[in-house]
């Protein structure tokens, strides 16, 4: 059953509000994943909305081996104490929709924009994880698929070789939630590609962002 907000006209986003494409991972250790292929449906419309309501930027300055560089992709971000609810009103039920699927408050949504098959973010695990034990962060995907990789995290790896990577093709409207321990255990990245690719907008929802 798809649930419709009320903002959009015919084609308006609507979501798996009973999570039926859903399928749960357990990774090693006590981290899992959570897959939800087709999730939203009408992305385009909330594709054009975030991008008309957002302001972009490029972080400067970030450190890569030895050097720092620019960011290599345009970011965004709204927080429930900065900013009015109303600002994102297309975000509001889902917001409320994966609150209550995952039990968390989800306080912050990072915008992540990929021009083009240039963009990218290289492996990392998020920060908040040093506030929060047990993260719960929601990606939602629009625009042109990408791939999304996790491997775990070098740190606790060390002198055990490299283990595979695992890939999720993050396409128009898939849902893709990381949990348990996963920014402690594993890290993730969505890496540059040869062919050619339109934009990709991720939407990120975190908790108890401070
Ligand atoms: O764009 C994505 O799917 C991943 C975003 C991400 O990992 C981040 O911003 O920390």
Redesign the pocket.
């Known amino acids: 059953m798809f649930y419709q907000p009320s903002l959009f006209g015919s084609d308006e986003p609507s979501f798996d509000s009973l999570f039926l494409s859903a399928s749960r991972s357990e990774l090693s250790g006590s981290s899992w994943i959570e897959y939800a292929p087709g999730w939203l449906s009408g992305g385009d419309s909330l594709f054009d909305d975030l991008m008309d309501r957002l302001d972009f930027r490029q972080r400067t300055g970030i450190p890569m081996y030895d050097r720092l560089v620019d960011e290599p992709?345009l970011?965004s971000w709204w927080s429930e104490t900065e900013s009015d609810e109303m600002a994102l009103p297309a975000l509001a039920d889902i917001r409320w929709m994966l609150a209550d699927r995952y039990d968390r408050h989800f306080d912050s949504i990072?915008f992540?924009l990929?021009r083009d098959q240039n963009d990218s973010?290289a492996w990392?695990a998020?920060r908040h994880r040093t506030c929060v034990t047990d993260a719960v962060?929601a990606?939602l995907?629009v625009g042109e698929s990408?791939p999304?990789r996790m491997r775990r995290n070098r740190e606790l790896e060390y002198g055990k070789g490299v283990g595979a990577s695992l890939t999720w093709g993050?396409g128009h409207g898939d849902l893709?939630v990381m949990g348990g321990a996963c920014q402690h255990e594993w890290q993730?990245?969505?890496p540059k590609r040869r062919r050619a690719a339109g934009p990709?907008l991720?939407i990120?929802f975190r908790h108890d962002v401070r």
């Open positions: 992709r970011t990072g992540n990929y973010v990392h998020d962060v990606i995907s990408r999304f993050l893709l993730h990245c969505v990709r991720s990120t």
